[in-house]
C-alpha cells in the first residue's frame, strides 16, 4: 500500500474514531452519573438528523440555524427521556432501569419510522463542509478534518465544565453517591437533567456530523453508530470521558484499516468492534482506564 | 398428597392435549399460527428465564443462539433439491449439502449445538458480571450474526434460507414447550435449582456456602442455549424461512419482555406472559388497518402497531416492574391453600 493511500485511510479512521468518541462520551456520562447504559442514546442521535432535515427542507432554514435548533430540541429530547423513562425508576431494581432503557430505545424507532417514514431520505450537503480539498494525491474532504476538530474543542469544553465549575463539581458528587450528594445539598434532579442535555448535545453534534458524513437517514440509523459508540466507552473504561475518547478512536481507527488491509474481511466489519470488545473485556474487565470495582458482601 | 399432584398434573396434561387436539381441528391457519408461535415463545421465554431469572445472570444472547439452533435444523432438514435452489450465488460446502436427519433429531442436534457454543461462549464470559456480562453477551449474539450473514457458503448469507420444510406443528411446539417447562421446573426445584437462586442472591454468600459459582453459572447459561436453539429450530421450521436479519437484537428485547412483564424467576408468569405478548402484538393488529367509525374514516397508519405496543410496553415496565407474577408461581399448594384457607398456625401458606 502506497503511503499517501495509508494517510488517507489513517485521516478517515481518525475522523470516524472521533465521531464514535463524540457520541461514547454521551454514554460514559449518563453511565457514570446513574450507573445506566443509555440503549436510547443511538436513537436520540437518530433524531437529530431528522430534526435537522426538517429544518432545512420543510422549514426552509438556513442550514447553521436548523443544526443549532436539532441540537437544542435533542438537548431537549434527553431531558424529556430521563424524566419521563428513567426518573421514576431510579430506586427500582437495575434490570427494570435497563428495560426501561431498552423500551425507550424500541418506542423511539417506531415512533420515528411512523413520523418520518421508514424510506431512507437525502441528508442536506453543507458545501463548505462536505467539499474536498486536494493534497499532493490524494483528495480529502473538509469534513474529515472539521471532525476532530469539533470533537477535540466539545472534549475540552467538558473536561473543563466537569473539572473547574459548580456544575460539574455537583455532577461528580451525584455520579459519587446520588443519595449523600443529595443530603448535602445538591440538587440531584436537576444535575441529573443536566447531564442528560449534555450528553444528548454530544450525540446531537456526533449525528450532525455523521449526516454529513454519510448523507442517508433512516429511522434505525441510530443502532450501529450507537452500539459502536457504546462499545467505545466500554473499551476505554465506562465512566472515563478521556477513556472514551481513546475506546472511540481505537475503534474508529481498528474498523478503517482492516478494511483497507483485509478487503476479504469487510463483511466482517460490523464483527471487530464486538470481538475487539469481548477480548479487552476479558483481560481488562473493567476496560483500559477502568477503575477496579471494589466487592461488597 | 404428592399422589393427588402428580394426578392432578397428568390431569392438566390430558387437558392440554384436548385443548391441542382441538385447536388443530377447528380453527383457521392464522390462530393456529399465533398459538404456535405463544408456544415457542413459552419455550424461549423459560429458557431466558433459566438464566436471568433464576441464575441473575443479565444476558442478552439469545437471539444469537436461537440462529444457530433455526439454522442447523434448517440445514439439516431441507430436501437436497431445496438446497440447490437456494444456494445458486455460492454452492454449500461438501458434507452438508446433501446430509439429512429426520424433524425430530435435527431439532435436537440444533439444540446441542446451540447449547455447545453457549457452553464456549459462556466459560470465558461468565467471569464477568451485571451490566459487563449483558454487553459481552450482546455482542456474542451480534458476532454470531454477521457470521451468519458472511459464511455464505453454509448459510447462504444474507439471502437467507427459503423452502425449510414445515414440520413444525401444533403438536410439535406444545410438545416441546411442555417439555421445556418440566425439565425446566424440575431442574429449579432439584439442589442446582436451590444453588442458582443463591448465586442471584447473594453471589459471594453463596460461594462462601460452598457453592460452585462457576459450574452452576455455566450449566444454567448452557441449558437456556440449548433451549433457545430448540425455540429457534421450531420457528425456523414453522415460517419455513430465516434469514441473519430475524435475528437481531429485537428478537431477544422481545423474549426479554416476555420474562419480565410475567416476573423474573417465575415460571408459571412466564407462560402468562408468552400468551399475553404474543396475542396481544397481534391483537392490535387493527391499529394499522384504517377504520369506519359511523360515517368518519380514520385513515390506518402501518407502523402504529408497534407504537402502541412499545408504549404499552413501557407503561409495564414503568408502573409493575416487578411483573405479574414477581417471583411466585401458580403450584397446586398455593391454589390449594385459596381454596382451604388454613389459618397460619396450622400450616397455611402466606399468600
Same mark, same amino acid.
Given at each position: 500500500?502506497?503511503?499517501?493511500?495509508?494517510?488517507?485511510?489513517?485521516?478517515?479512521?481518525?475522523?470516524?474514531?472521533?465521531?464514535?468518541?463524540?457520541?461514547?462520551?454521551?454514554?460514559?456520562?449518563?453511565?457514570?452519573?446513574?450507573?445506566?447504559?443509555?440503549?436510547?442514546?443511538?436513537?436520540?442521535?437518530?433524531?437529530?438528523?431528522?430534526?435537522?432535515?426538517?429544518?432545512?427542507?420543510?422549514?426552509?432554514?438556513?442550514?447553521?440555524?436548523?443544526?443549532?435548533?436539532?441540537?437544542?430540541?435533542?438537548?431537549?429530547?434527553?431531558?424529556?427521556?430521563?424524566?419521563?423513562?428513567?426518573?421514576?425508576?431510579?430506586?427500582?431494581?437495575?434490570?427494570?432501569?435497563?428495560?426501561?432503557?431498552?423500551?425507550?430505545?424500541?418506542?423511539?424507532?417506531?415512533?420515528?419510522?411512523?413520523?418520518?417514514?421508514?424510506?431512507?431520505?437525502?441528508?442536506?450537503?453543507?458545501?463548505?463542509?462536505?467539499?474536498?480539498?486536494?493534497?499532493?494525491? *490524494?483528495?480529502?474532504?473538509?469534513?474529515?478534518?472539521?471532525?476532530?476538530?469539533?470533537?477535540?474543542?466539545? @472534549?475540552?469544553?467538558?473536561?473543563?465544565?466537569?473539572?473547574?465549575?459548580?456544575?460539574?463539581?455537583?455532577?461528580?458528587?451525584?455520579?459519587?453517591?446520588?443519595?449523600?450528594?443529595?443530603?448535602?445539598? *445538591? /440538587?440531584?434532579?436537576?444535575?441529573?437533567?443536566?447531564?442528560?442535555?449534555?450528553?444528548?448535545?454530544?450525540?446531537?453534534?456526533?449525528?450532525?456530523?455523521?449526516?454529513?458524513?454519510?448523507?442517508?437517514?433512516?429511522? @434505525?440509523?441510530?443502532?450501529?453508530?450507537?452500539?459502536?459508540?457504546?462499545?467505545?466507552?466500554?473499551?476505554?473504561?465506562?465512566?472515563?470521558?478521556?477513556?472514551?475518547?481513546?475506546?472511540?478512536?481505537?475503534?474508529?481507527?481498528?474498523?478503517?484499516?482492516?478494511?483497507?488491509?483485509?478487503?476479504?474481511?469487510?463483511?466482517?466489519?460490523?464483527?471487530?468492534?464486538?470481538?475487539?470488545?469481548?477480548?479487552?473485556?476479558?483481560?481488562?474487565?473493567?476496560?483500559?482506564?477502568?477503575?477496579?470495582?471494589?466487592?461488597?458482601? | 398428597?404428592?399422589?393427588?399432584?402428580?394426578?392432578?398434573? @397428568?390431569?392438566?396434561?390430558?387437558?392440554?392435549?384436548?385443548?391441542?387436539?382441538?385447536?388443530?381441528?377447528?380453527?383457521?391457519?392464522?390462530?393456529?399460527?399465533?398459538?404456535?408461535?405463544?408456544?415457542?415463545?413459552?419455550?424461549?421465554?423459560?429458557?431466558?428465564?433459566?438464566?436471568?431469572?433464576?441464575?441473575?445472570?443479565?444476558?442478552?444472547?439469545?437471539?444469537?443462539?436461537?440462529?444457530?439452533?433455526?439454522?442447523?435444523?434448517?440445514?439439516?432438514?431441507?430436501?437436497?433439491?431445496?438446497?440447490?435452489? /437456494?444456494?445458486?450465488?455460492?454452492?454449500?460446502?461438501?458434507?452438508?449439502?446433501?446430509?439429512?436427519?429426520?424433524?425430530?433429531?435435527?431439532?435436537?442436534?440444533?439444540?446441542?449445538?446451540?447449547?455447545?457454543?453457549?457452553?464456549?461462549?459462556?466459560?470465558?464470559?461468565?467471569?464477568?458480571?451485571?451490566?459487563?456480562?449483558?454487553?459481552?453477551?450482546?455482542?456474542?449474539?451480534?458476532?454470531?450474526?454477521?457470521?451468519?450473514?458472511?459464511?455464505?457458503?453454509?448459510?447462504?448469507?444474507?439471502?437467507? @434460507?427459503?423452502?425449510?420444510?414445515?414440520?413444525?406443528?401444533?403438536?410439535?411446539?406444545?410438545?416441546?414447550?411442555?417439555?421445556?417447562?418440566?425439565?425446566?421446573?424440575?431442574?429449579?426445584?432439584?439442589?442446582?435449582?436451590?444453588?442458582?437462586?443463591?448465586?442471584?442472591?447473594?453471589?459471594?454468600?453463596?460461594?462462601?456456602?460452598?457453592?460452585?459459582?462457576?459450574?452452576?453459572?455455566?450449566?444454567?447459561?448452557?441449558?437456556?442455549?440449548?433451549?433457545?436453539?430448540?425455540?429457534?429450530?421450531?420457528?425456523?421450521?414453522?415460517?419455513?424461512?430465516?434469514?441473519?436479519?430475524?435475528?437481531?437484537?429485537?428478537?431477544?428485547?422481545?423474549?426479554?419482555?416476555?420474562?419480565?412483564?410475567?416476573?423474573?424467576?417465575?415460571?408459571?408468569?412466564?407462560?402468562?406472559?408468552?400468551?399475553?405478548?404474543?396475542? #396481544?402484538?397481534?391483537?392490535?393488529?387493527?391499529?394499522?388497518?384504517?377504520?369506519?367509525?359511523?360515517?368518519?374514516?380514520?385513515?390506518?397508519?402501518?407502523?402504529?402497531?408497534?407504537?402502541?405496543?412499545?408504549?404499552?410496553?413501557?407503561?409495564? *415496565?414503568?408502573?409493575?416492574?416487578?411483573?405479574?407474577? #414477581?417471583?411466585?408461581?401458580?403450584?397446586?399448594?398455593?391454589?390449594?391453600?385459596?381454596?382451604?384457607?388454613?389459618?397460619?398456625?396450622?400450616?397455611?401458606?402466606?399468600?
Amino acid at each position: 500500500m502506497e503511503f499517501s493511500t495509508f494517510l488517507q485511510h489513517l485521516a478517515n479512521g481518525i475522523s470516524l474514531g472521533s465521531l464514535y468518541a463524540l457520541v461514547a462520551i454521551g454514554y460514559t456520562m449518563v453511565y457514570g452519573t446513574l450507573r445506566l447504559i443509555n440503549f436510547a442514546h443511538g436513537d436520540i442521535f437518530m433524531m437529530t438528523t431528522y430534526f435537522a432535515f426538517y429544518g432545512v427542507t420543510t422549514f426552509m432554514l438556513p442550514w447553521y440555524l436548523s443544526f443549532v435548533l436539532a441540537i437544542i430540541l435533542t438537548m431537549a429530547l434527553g431531558v424529556v427521556l430521563e424524566a419521563g423513562a428513567y426518573r421514576p425508576l431510579r430506586d427500582a431494581p437495575k434490570i427494570s432501569i435497563m428495560i426501561s432503557a431498552i423500551g425507550a430505545s424500541f418506542l423511539l424507532e417506531n415512533l420515528a419510522t411512523v413520523l418520518f417514514g421508514g424510506r431512507p431520505k437525502a441528508f442536506p450537503t453543507v458545501k463548505a463542509l462536505t467539499d474536498s480539498i486536494q493534497i499532493g494525491s *490524494v483528495s480529502i474532504q473538509k469534513l474529515t478534518f472539521a471532525i476532530p476538530i469539533v470533537t477535540l474543542v466539545f @472534549l475540552f469544553g467538558l473536561l473543563f465544565l466537569i473539572h473547574r465549575t459548580k456544575t460539574g463539581m455537583a455532577m461528580r458528587a451525584v455520579a459519587k453517591d446520588y443519595e449523600t450528594a443529595g443530603i448535602m445539598g *445538591v /440538587n440531584v434532579n436537576q444535575t441529573i437533567s443536566k447531564t442528560f442535555a449534555i450528553g444528548s448535545m454530544l450525540a446531537a453534534v456526533g449525528a450532525l456530523m455523521w449526516g454529513l458524513k454519510f448523507p442517508q437517514i433512516v429511522p @434505525l440509523m441510530g443502532i450501529m453508530p450507537g452500539l459502536k459508540a457504546f462499545i467505545a466507552a466500554v473499551i476505554g473504561g465506562i465512566g472515563n470521558i478521556k477513556g472514551a475518547m481513546i475506546g472511540g478512536f481505537i475503534l474508529g481507527i481498528g474498523e478503517i484499516m482492516i478494511v483497507a488491509f483485509a478487503p476479504s474481511l469487510s463483511g466482517y466489519r460490523d464483527a471487530f468492534a464486538f470481538i475487539f470488545l469481548i477480548v479487552i473485556l476479558l483481560f481488562k474487565p473493567t476496560g483500559l482506564t477502568g477503575e477496579k470495582i471494589a466487592e461488597k458482601v | 398428597m404428592k399422589q393427588k399432584k402428580t394426578l392432578l398434573t @397428568l390431569i392438566v396434561i390430558l387437558i392440554l392435549f384436548a385443548f391441542v387436539y382441538g385447536a388443530n381441528q377447528f380453527l383457521d391457519p392464522y390462530k393456529m399460527r399465533i398459538l404456535n408461535l405463544c408456544a415457542i415463545y413459552v419455550i424461549l421465554g423459560l429458557s431466558m428465564n433459566l438464566i436471568n431469572g433464576f441464575t441473575g445472570l443479565f444476558s442478552l444472547g439469545h437471539a444469537g443462539f436461537m440462529a444457530v439452533g433455526a439454522y442447523t435444523t434448517a440445514i439439516l432438514t431441507m430436501p437436497d433439491v431445496v438446497k440447490t435452489q /437456494n444456494f445458486f450465488m455460492v454452492p454449500m460446502i461438501k458434507p452438508l449439502d446433501t446430509m439429512h436427519v429426520p424433524f425430530f433429531f435435527a431439532l435436537l442436534i440444533g439444540g446441542i449445538v446451540s447449547g455447545v457454543i453457549g457452553y464456549l461462549i459462556g466459560a470465558p464470559a461468565l467471569r464477568l458480571r451485571g451490566d459487563y456480562l449483558a454487553i459481552a453477551t450482546l455482542g456474542f449474539a451480534e458476532i454470531i450474526r454477521v457470521v451468519f450473514t458472511n459464511i455464505q457458503s453454509v448459510t447462504n448469507g444474507a439471502l437467507g @434460507l427459503k423452502g425449510i420444510p414445515v414440520s413444525a406443528n401444533i403438536w410439535w411446539t406444545f410438545g416441546a414447550a411442555l417439555v421445556t417447562l418440566l425439565f425446566i421446573g424440575s431442574l429449579i426445584n432439584s439442589s442446582y435449582g436451590r444453588a442458582f437462586k443463591a448465586i442471584r442472591e447473594d453471589e459471594i454468600a453463596a460461594e462462601s456456602m460452598g457453592i460452585s459459582l462457576f459450574k452452576h453459572k455455566v450449566i444454567a447459561f448452557t441449558i437456556g442455549a440449548f433451549f433457545a436453539g430448540i425455540g429457534g429450530g421450531l420457528l425456523g421450521s414453522l415460517l419455513g424461512t430465516i434469514d441473519p436479519l430475524m435475528f437481531r437484537f429485537l428478537l431477544t428485547f422481545n423474549i426479554l419482555l416476555i420474562v419480565i412483564l410475567g416476573g423474573m424467576g417465575s415460571m408459571t408468569g412466564t407462560i402468562i406472559a408468552a400468551f399475553i405478548i404474543t396475542i #396481544g402484538g397481534e391483537a392490535l393488529r387493527f391499529l394499522d388497518e384504517s377504520m369506519t367509525i359511523g360515517s368518519l374514516v380514520i385513515p390506518g397508519i402501518s407502523g402504529m402497531r408497534m407504537v402502541v405496543f412499545s408504549a404499552l410496553l413501557m407503561m409495564v *415496565v414503568l408502573f409493575f416492574n416487578r411483573g405479574i407474577m #414477581g417471583t411466585k408461581e401458580i403450584t397446586w399448594d398455593s391454589i390449594a391453600a385459596k381454596f382451604s384457607k388454613k389459618s397460619l398456625a396450622k400450616g397455611g401458606d402466606k399468600q
